[in-house]
């Protein structure tokens, strides 16, 4: 199985910087494309940044400029380096990833490709 864990959410003050961390863990053969998103109570999930596996970037407009996606593929690892926050910045951001994963059965190996997806990391922006 595979899993994606995020961290390095929480209190940011306006103009600060906080960077998000998501890690894959598991039977991991090899990581596609990589996403953060994230959701407010009053608003729907929106796309924040994705991340290709040769490394194209996309980003919302209300994120452009400030924030940025990287990613490690040896570590299994991406990140979201957000600065200039703002309050709008506010919300539960989630990871997903497409993984070809795979699994032992009886001796055999059997390859697969999944949508994964994180818990998320509350991150709060107040003065």
């Known amino acids: 199985q595979v899993q994606l864990v995020e961290s390095g959410g929480g209190l940011g003050q306006p103009g600060g910087s906080l960077r998000l961390s998501c890690a894959a863990t598991?039977?991991?053969?090899?990581?596609?494309?990589m996403g953060w998103y994230r959701q407010d109570p009053e608003k729907q999930r929106e796309l924040v940044a994705s991340v290709t596996s040769d490394g194209t970037t996309r980003y919302t407009d209300a994120v452009k400029g400030r924030f940025t996606i990287s990613r490690d593929n040896a570590k299994n690892t991406f990140f979201l380096q957000m600065n200039s926050l703002k309050p709008a910045s506010t919300a539960l951001y989630y990871c997903?990833?497409?993984?070809?994963?795979?699994?032992?059965?009886?001796?055999?190996?059997?390859?697969?490709?999944?949508?994964?997806w994180g818990r998320g990391t509350q991150v709060a922006v107040s003065s």
């Open positions: 598991g039977s991991i053969l090899s990581i596609g494309d």
């Open positions: 997903d990833a497409g993984v070809t994963d795979y699994r032992d059965i009886d001796g055999v190996f059997h390859f697969g490709a999944s949508l994964y």
